[in-house]
Structures are given as structure tokens and as C-alpha cells.
């Protein structure tokens, strides 16, 4: 099945940008969506079709998508920001569609 | 406003059964995927079940096929997991999720969740 790996970990200082990668083999041929969880809080969708926000989701979140990597990035990091990312694709060739990342913990410092 | 509650989750010997619910508002539930997607204790998401809109599909993860059986009611705006055989390691919070999934992309993602039900198998 379809593997998605993500850095356990990122850490930033107010402010500043924090970038999420998300690595899967030709990963750049899919779209990838990704999430936010606060702790004790269901996850909340952040970005779609690799670039795309919810209403509702500051433009300072935005995604990239191309080759092995695709990349969350968060511009004017503020403490709310802190949470776990996950992204997300559809591996509609299998019939366990539903993949996750292993997820990165966002720390500010 | 879009909302998903569960209900049904608790505590439950290994080999027992539980059956969780979803209760579906804010929007037309038969026009969508559902899904149920799950959280072990400080671990990650993991994907369990997808079911389409009328049914005619259901798709598991391996680790569950055969144990477990997504279904759903249109007529009451209701999504359910029937979860037989619980194992230790099917202690997680699980979520349900509308699944927004476009055939033509080949892709799909999950918007809104259910604030999650906890289902701890142990003896």
C-alpha cells in the first residue's frame, strides 16, 4: 500500500515560516490534503487539492505539491498554530483508498 | 451548519462487540461518502472504512477486514460501524468523517469530522 512520511517534528519561532514536508513515491501525481489536530480535537481540514483552502483557513496556510514531496507551509507562525499536521491522498488503484502521513508535531518556540 | 456526532463507543472485553453511530446534520447525507477513521493513544490517524453514497461499496483496512462492517441509513442521516472480534489493539478514539470524493481527480478527503468516541478493548 501507499506510503506517506513525515518528519515527526518541526519547531518555530513566532513569526517566522514553518514548512511540513510530506514524502510518497511519485507523490507529485497525486492530490494530497492535509489536516490539523489540536490536542483533544478532531482534525480540521486546512488544505485541498495540494493548494486549496477551506473558507474559513487563514491564507497564511498553503501547500505545494510536485515530484516525491509535498510541503505545508505556514507563513507568520502564531502560537494557535501549534498542533499535529497529517496529510492525506486517495490511492483510488487500491481498495483501501484512505492513506495518512505519520504526522509532525508543530512546536512554537 | 455541517455536523457529525458519534455515539456507541465505551469499554469492551477482547473477542466482544460494539456497535458505534453517527448522526449526520447540516447537509444531504445520501449525496456523499461516509467514513470512519480512527486514533490508537498518542498515535496517529489511520483510515478504517469508506462506504458510498447507496451502499453498493464498502472498502476496509486490512486489519479490520472481516471484523468490522460499515453501513449506513439514508433515511435517518446515519452512519454505523459494527465492530465484532475487538482486539487490544482496536483501542482508539474513533472518528466518522464526510468523505468529499471526486471520481474524475482520483482523489478524495474528509470534511467535516465528528468530534470522535472511544472505544478501549481490555479485560
Known amino acids: 500500500s501507499y506510503v506517506l512520511t513525515q518528519p515527526p517534528s518541526v519547531s518555530v519561532a513566532p513569526g517566522k515560516t514553518a514548512r511540513i514536508t510530506c514524502g510518497g513515491n511519485?507523490?507529485?501525481?497525486?492530490?494530497v490534503h492535509w489536516y490539523q489536530q489540536k490536542p483533544g480535537q478532531a482534525p480540521v481540514l486546512v488544505i485541498y487539492y495540494d493548494s486549496d483552502r477551506p473558507s474559513g483557513i487563514p491564507e497564511r496556510f498553503s501547500g505545494s505539491n510536485s515530484g516525491n514531496t509535498a510541503t505545508l507551509t505556514i507563513s507568520r507562525v502564531e502560537a494557535g498554530d501549534e498542533a499535529d499536521y497529517y496529510c492525506?491522498?486517495?490511492?483510488?488503484?487500491?481498495?483501501?483508498?484512505?492513506?495518512f502521513g505519520t504526522g509532525t508535531k508543530v512546536t512554537v518556540l | 451548519e455541517v455536523q457529525l456526532v458519534e455515539s456507541g463507543g465505551g469499554l469492551v472485553q477482547p473477542g466482544g462487540s460494539l456497535r458505534l453511530s453517527c448522526a449526520a446534520s447540516?447537509?444531504?447525507?445520501?449525496?456523499?461518502?461516509m467514513s470512519w477513521v480512527r486514533q490508537a493513544p498518542g498515535k496517529g490517524l489511520e483510515w478504517v472504512a469508506n462506504?458510498?453514497?447507496?451502499?453498493?461499496?464498502?472498502y476496509y483496512v486490512d486489519s479490520v477486514k472481516g471484523r468490522f462492517t460499515i453501513s449506513r441509513d439514508n433515511a435517518k442521516n446515519s452512519l454505523y460501524l459494527q465492530m465484532n472480534s475487538l482486539r487490544a489493539e482496536d483501542t482508539a478514539v474513533y472518528y466518522c468523517?464526510?468523505?468529499?470524493?471526486?471520481?474524475?481527480?482520483?482523489?478524495?478527503?474528509?470534511?467535516?469530522w465528528g468530534q470522535g468516541t472511544l472505544v478501549t478493548v481490555s479485560s
Open positions: 468523517a464526510r468523505a468529499l470524493v471526486v471520481v474524475v481527480a482520483a482523489t478524495g478527503w474528509f470534511d467535516p
Open positions: 447540516g447537509f444531504t447525507f445520501s449525496s456523499y461518502w
Open positions: 462506504i458510498k453514497q447507496d451502499g453498493s461499496e464498502k
Open positions: 511519485n507523490i507529485g501525481s497525486k492530490s
Open positions: 492525506q491522498v486517495w490511492d483510488s488503484s487500491s481498495d483501501h483508498p484512505g492513506v
